[in-house]
């Protein structure tokens, strides 16, 4: 049974600093790309930062590029989301999608909100 479960959501101050985990099972993590997506109250879902299957490249959207990191461990067949100097407008739903080819996985999201 596929599952990726995301975690390590919450509330967090502007300017401070999260990470968000995404362990995944029931698929061969190594052989996927994985990525982060997000998606605010009334807006639709967009890409937050992928990572290749073998970490070889990763890319980010440019609202977050040299805030938030994405990395994974094949060891412990999870992806991460460090997200640093966080803003109001980072508030959103985050999810995380593991690709190959024609197949695609989602998480069922974790809540990140950014408010004083």
């Known amino acids: 049974q596929v599952q990726l479960v995301e975690s390590g959501g919450g509330l967090a101050q502007p300017g401070g600093s999260l990470r968000l985990s995404c362990a995944a099972s029931?698929?061969?993590?190594?052989?996927?790309?994985m990525a982060w997506y997000r998606q605010a109250p009334g807006k639709g879902r967009e890409l937050v930062a992928g990572?290749?299957?073998?970490?070889?490249?990763?890319n980010y959207a440019g609202s977050v590029k040299g805030r938030f990191t994405i990395s994974s461990d094949n060891a412990k067949n999870t992806a991460y989301l460090q997200m640093n100097s966080l803003r109001r407008e980072d508030t959103a739903v985050y999810y995380c999608?593991?690709?190959?080819?024609?197949?695609?996985?989602w998480g069922k999201g974790t809540l990140v909100t950014v408010s004083s």
């Open positions: 029931g698929f061969t993590f190594g052989s996927y790309t």
């Open positions: 999608k593991a690709t190959m080819g024609f197949n695609e996985y």
């Open positions: 990572i290749g299957s073998n970490g070889g490249w990763t």
